[in-house]
């Protein structure tokens, strides 16, 4: 499970509703890491990442015994993930210049279709921004609800540790995650 959680697959659990109603608190993704090995990650791909909040003191226990059975409950999602786990919609990828404009997403100049955003929902509070070279620009589904990149910024394409790709919990909503919703 360890080396198969490291290389290929994890499962993941969704510990807030920043990306509802794409996914809810307490669905279980699977995400797998080899694509973005070979090749790029793209705009509207859902993509965990490793982020070191400032404002969030470290956590995880210290005795090993302990981190290891931790990181095993994580690696089949029984477990919350760590802190500094977070899932969201990549929006901006190098070389796109990302703003707001009157409640709507707008990439290089021209407003983004987001499908997977329920109604009503609106973007603001983005400063105007260029992805550079090994950066990713992300957000939240839940726009009101999110800490992304309009709180801390770009992220380091060396941070993301995979795409999610389908959701495996609760069943009664088992599905693929798509770039379009």
Same mark, same amino acid.
């Given at each position: 499970?360890?080396?198969?959680?490291? &290389?290929?697959?994890?499962?993941?659990?969704?510990?807030?509703?920043?990306?509802?109603?794409?996914?809810?608190?307490? +669905?279980?993704?699977?995400?797998?890491?080899?694509?973005? #090995?070979?090749?790029?990650?793209?705009?509207? =791909?859902?993509?965990?990442?490793?982020?070191?909040?400032?404002?969030?003191?470290?956590?995880?226990?210290?005795?090993?015994?302990?981190?290891?059975?931790?990181?095993? /409950? !994580?690696?089949? /999602?029984?477990?919350?993930?760590?802190? %500094?786990?977070?899932?969201?919609?990549?929006?901006?990828?190098? /070389?796109?210049?990302?703003?707001?404009?009157?409640?709507?997403?707008?990439?290089?100049?021209? !407003?983004?279709?987001?499908?997977?955003? =329920?109604?009503?929902?609106?973007?603001?509070?983005?400063?105007?921004?260029?992805? #550079?070279?090994? !950066?990713?620009?992300?957000?939240?589904?839940? %726009?009101?609800?999110? !800490?992304?990149?309009?709180?801390?910024?770009?992220?380091?394409?060396?941070?993301?540790? /995979? #795409?999610?790709?389908? %959701?495996?919990?609760? &069943?009664?909503?088992?599905?693929?995650?798509? %770039? +379009?919703?």
């Amino acid at each position: 499970a360890v080396v198969f959680k490291t &290389f290929l697959v994890a499962a993941f659990y969704i510990p807030s509703g920043s990306m509802e109603s794409t996914l809810n608190v307490s +669905d279980r993704v699977l995400v797998e890491k080899v694509s973005y #090995r070979f090749g790029d990650v793209e705009n509207g =791909d859902v993509i965990v990442f490793v982020h070191d909040d400032l404002a969030l003191p470290a956590n995880g226990p210290s005795n090993p015994v302990a981190r290891f059975f931790t990181g095993l /409950g !994580q690696a089949i /999602g029984l477990v919350p993930p760590s802190d %500094r786990d977070f899932i969201k919609r990549v929006v901006g990828v190098p /070389g796109d210049n990302i703003t707001c404009e009157h409640g709507h997403l707008v990439r290089n100049g021209k !407003q983004v279709a987001e499908p997977y955003l =329920d109604p009503g929902v609106t973007t603001e509070g983005c400063k105007e921004t260029v992805v #550079r070279a090994g !950066q990713l620009y992300v957000m939240g589904d839940n %726009r009101s609800n999110s !800490q992304d990149s309009r709180a801390f910024g770009v992220i380091d394409r060396s941070d993301v540790v /995979g #795409r999610a790709f389908v %959701r495996i919990w609760p &069943f009664t909503h088992v599905g693929w995650l798509r %770039r +379009d919703r």
